[in-house]
Every structure is written in C-alpha cells, then in structure tokens.
C-alpha cells in the first residue's frame, strides 16, 4: 500500500523539508497521557518563520494545526507530515523521515498522538545539550495512517535488512521482530504522581 502523495501548493521554501537535525523521545507526567513522543531539533536556518514560531509560541496559548500524513512526490522510501499551522502565526511545514532509518518517530508520533518540535541550537545539537530550550507540542489526531504506516513500515524495514545480505524470510521476520520490540518499548508511559 502507497501513502498519499501530496501536491504542495504553498510558497517555495515551504514546500521543502524541514531538516531534522537531531531527535530524541520524552515523555512528561500530565501531557498527552505521559505517552513517549518524538522531540525534533529542526534545522530553521532557512526557515525564520518555524524559527519565530517556536519562540513565540510560549506567550500565547496553545495555537491550531492541521495534520495531514503522506509523501512528498518523489521520495521513495519517506513519509511525511504536513503541519498546517492556522494559530499563532500562519504556516506551512513538511517533516520528512526516511521510513527504514526514522520510523521509530513516525511509530512514536502514531501511538503518542503527538510530537515535540525544538530549534536546533548547532549541526551537532542534541536535546541533553539543552533540556530546558523551547518546545512546541504538536498533537497528530488519528486519521486512519495506522494500517498504511504499518504496511510500508514492514516493507522498507525488511528491504533494509536484504541490503545486510538476510533472505527475504530472515528479513521479513527480522522487520516483524523489530517492530514488536519498537512498539514494547514506545507503549511505556510516564504515570501522574495520583496514579
């Protein structure tokens, strides 16, 4: 099964991906049910407006976003998320993973309903280098992805352990196995202090 290509109608340097520099997985007691969601340090070099987004969305309350998964046209062996950004400020964002390498992020932003976006600080930033910088929460509702997320999440995982000379039996039960170990370990949460 193939994600939705999306046809990007918006200005030029919106329609690229967002480089994602670094990644990490947090969870918080009290938000989004203490599940583990995704944090991406986001290169906003050529991005001043996610740069300005990010900083201001601390004096106001929690803004509107649109979400949308697919894939930009093209990209084979990605998805992406397509962040359409209504309040405080108007803006279009595209995050692309590379479905073998990044899925544990999509897997995570799946089962979390959520994800953290960060600027990042330098080329090689890390969220330990700067626990406490500027998040934004982004909550990604269920919209049906699931089913197509796991077909190509098994297909690009198996394909990526054919490349390290496994059969394609060995690969596909290697793909099923390190799925189940991704989704044991993405389903801890961080309980509330009352429970």
């Known amino acids: 099964m193939k994600a939705k290509t999306i046809e990007i109608r918006v200005h030029p340097h919106e329609s690229r ?11 918080t007691r009290g938000r989004q049910g203490g599940r583990m969601l995704p944090v991406l340090l ?32 093209g990209h084979e062996g990605t998805v992406a998320l397509f962040l359409t950004f209504i309040r405080t400020m108007e803006l279009f964002v595209v995050l ?16 979390g309903r ?15 280098m700067n626990p406490d910088r500027l998040t934004v929460i982004v909550e990604v509702p269920d919209t049906g992805f699931d089913k197509t997320w796991n077909d190509l999440f098994h297909k690009y995982l198996a394909w990526d352990f054919r490349e390290k000379e496994m059969s ?14 991704l989704r044991k370990f993405g389903s801890l949460r961080m309980r509330d202090i009352h429970d």
């Open 168 to 181: 394609r039996s060995e690969s596909r039960r290697a793909a099923r196995s390190a799925i189940e170990e």
């Open 114 to 128: 959520g994800l953290y976006l960060a600027q990042a600080e330098s080329e090689d930033d890390r969220l330990m």
């Open 42 to 73: 986001l290169d906003t070099s050529q991005r001043p407006d996610l740069a300005e987004y990010i900083r201001v969305h601390r004096s106001f309350e929690p803004g509107d976003v649109n979400t949308q998964w697919g894939q930009v046209a």
């Open 96 to 111: 692309e993973f590379e479905t073998a390498r990044q899925g544990i992020l999509v897997e995570q932003t799946l089962r």
């Open 17 to 27: 991906p967002v480089r994602i520099v670094a990644d990490a997985i947090a969870s």
